[in-house]
């Protein structure tokens, strides 16, 4: 069995890939340029700082190992910079997987977990959304996304390549053992900023709209564990080694939670008050997201340990308590 190649493997779900990859027996060699990951999250694999856009790093990686697999999260997530900075998006997204894929190609590896997104959806985004729901994505970072998923189906079909598109819902939560969590500069996603407000770390949580139509007037949102994304990369992985078919498939909960059913929570999980302000919704931002996760518990075998909100919560509030104590670099 040769090495797994995660690219932005030092990012916040890339880092407790790896680290289950290596428990669960496999080597990792971790290619990040540390745009947005940290060097301190790269501790359970070969790690090497390098650019997956420049072919000279990717064939010296190539020809330096064995790799047998590559599980590629390498790309560039704010929605609103997308917005702001479409080209980039494109050429660092889509572009990159274009040069690893070909560098792919070159070294004969022929098997590729992507890292990709439930922003493909487009509306109604009524009941549980199922990989059949409409395709129309909203951002230019949704759009690249996207458009990786059709070159990995256009590049399987012309050559055989094995792949699977993991669409994600809300990754959330932290690994219990505190050794990675979430962390990002700046930090937009709901449970962190909830719980640095639980720290002092800000005055208040702004709630981005009180008006949507849902039982309490904010937006609903599906939390899926961090891990349990991860095994879901060595499902696909197996699945794929094991002659299983290549597409794309939701990983979801099922269930939604509201941003005052997060910050409740949360204030049950850290015994603080969090203090919130009610602020204008953010553009472009859904009533419900919700997915259903049938085909990938039934094609992988997926069944998600972390079911319950207030469970999820307090292993990223673990995380977040040692991080305030011990600030780590970038």
Request: net charge negative; glycine share 10%.
């Amino acid at each position: 069995m040769g090495q797994i190649l995660v690219t932005g493997g030092a990012g916040y779900i890339g880092a407790h890939t790896v680290k289950r990859l290596v428990q669960a027996g496999f080597e990792t060699v971790v290619l990040d340029n540390l745009a947005t990951g940290h060097r301190d999250f790269a501790r359970f694999g070969d790690f090497i700082q390098g650019d997956v856009r420049d072919p000279a790093v990717l064939d010296s990686l190539f020809s330096s190992r064995t790799i047998d697999a590559v599980v590629h999260f390498a790309a560039a997530s704010q929605v609103g910079e997308s917005v702001r900075d479409p080209l980039f998006y494109y050429q660092n997204n889509v572009g990159g997987t274009i040069t690893l894929l070909t560098a792919m190609r070159r070294h004969l590896v022929d098997t590729i977990v992507f890292s990709s997104t439930c922003a493909v959806y487009g509306p109604p985004f009524d009941g549980l959304l199922s990989e059949n729901h409409p395709i129309a994505p909203l951002s230019p970072y949704a759009r690249s996304k996207r458009m990786i998923e059709e070159i990995l189906e256009d590049t399987a079909r012309a050559t055989g390549l094995k792949y699977i598109a993991l669409r994600y819902f809300n990754a959330a939560g932290a690994d219990p053992e505190a050794e990675v969590g979430e962390r990002h500069m700046p930090e937009t996603h709901l449970i962190p900023l909830v719980l640095q407000t639980a720290l002092g770390q800000r005055g208040q949580l702004d709630i981005l709209g009180d008006d949507y139509p849902t039982p309490d007037g904010t937006a609903i949102r599906d939390y899926v564990h961090v891990l349990d994304l991860a095994d879901a990369h060595i499902l696909a992985l197996k699945h794929l080694r094991t002659g299983g078919d290549s597409g794309a498939l939701n990983l979801g909960g099922g269930q939604g939670h509201s941003v005052l059913e997060v910050v409740t929570t949360a204030r049950e999980v850290t015994g603080h008050s969090i203090p919130v302000r009610m602020a204008p919704r953010r553009a472009g931002d859904s009533t419900r997201l919700v997915g259903e996760a049938a085909r990938a518990r039934a094609e992988l075998g997926w069944n998600p340990q972390y079911t319950d909100l207030h469970e999820i919560i307090a292993t990223a509030w673990a995380w977040h308590q040692k991080e305030a104590l011990t600030p780590s670099p970038r």
